[in-house]
């Protein structure tokens, strides 16, 4: 079974600087991975995701994620935050394959942005 | 564009009440998913179906029912509502195939249960 560990429940950082939320998966198999966010009272939103290929993704709203397979991490980054981030990050993965359905998410990251 | 609406974005009930939380998604999809959100321990699924009539337990179904008579509504139930079932539901769907295809969230229900 996969698991998924976001390192810090709570992010404060100022207004137009960088931020790096971490997420380590472990698996006995490949995985696909996600960053999803949510909004103050929404649902989820695909930022971005990790199927194949580069290991540099980039996402909506100017976030980047790096898969990194030999320490099995997945963290997302923006060089310069706004206000507007406010909001909680779930990293989650999947198994890719016939019949896959089921992601497994972490317990998420509340990103403050202060002004 | 896509979307996926709940039936109720706030529900108190009060302990020992049956309670239905409707899904509908106007995305032809063939997957739906319930998910609980609690703070700290982040989503985990209740149940989800890839069809209509078709349904597998999540890593939580316990205290819950589900229904999937038509393909766009997915009904998450819960028979005699307690209250450590209060919570956040969320519900998404996402298409068939041979991988993975994005799942698409709700807005979410916020549960009391009283």
């Known amino acids: 079974a996969q698991s998924v560990t976001q390192l810090d429940s709570q992010v404060p950082v100022f207004e137009e600087a960088p931020v790096e939320l971490r997420c380590n998966y472990s698996?006995?198999?490949?995985?696909?991975l996600f960053w999803y966010v949510q909004y103050p009272n929404q649902g989820l939103q695909l930022l971005l995701k990790?199927?194949?290929?580069?290991?540099l993704v980039k996402g909506i709203n100017g976030f980047e994620a790096e898969f990194n397979k030999s320490q099995t991490s997945f963290h997302l980054r923006k060089p310069s935050v706004h206000i507007s981030d406010t909001a909680e990050y779930f990293c989650?993965?999947?198994?890719?394959?016939?019949?896959?359905?089921?992601?497994?998410f972490g317990k998420g990251t509340k990103l403050s942005v202060i002004p | 564009d896509v979307k996926v609406t709940q039936s109720s974005r706030y529900l108190v009930k009060r302990t020992g009440e049956k309670v239905f939380l409707e899904c509908v998604q106007d995305?032809?999809?063939?997957?739906m998913f319930w998910y609980r959100q609690d703070p700290g321990l982040g989503l985990r699924l209740i149940y989800f179906?890839?069809?209509?009539?078709?349904?597998e337990k999540g890593d939580i179904p316990e205290g819950y029912s589900v229904s999937r008579e038509k393909k766009e509504r997915f009904s998450l139930i819960l028979e005699s509502a307690s209250t450590n079932q209060t919570s956040m539901y969320l519900c998404?769907?996402?298409?068939?195939?041979?991988?993975?295809?994005?799942?698409?969230f709700g807005p979410g229900t916020r549960l009391t249960v009283l």
């Open positions: 698996s006995s198999v490949s995985v696909y």
């Open positions: 990790y199927l194949s290929g580069s290991t």
């Open positions: 998404a769907s996402g298409a068939a195939g041979p991988e993975y295809n994005e799942q698409f």
């Open positions: 179906s890839y069809d209509v009539k078709m349904k």
């Open positions: 989650a993965v999947i198994v890719p394959g016939a019949g896959s359905y089921q992601l497994t």
């Open positions: 995305m032809d999809h063939e997957n």
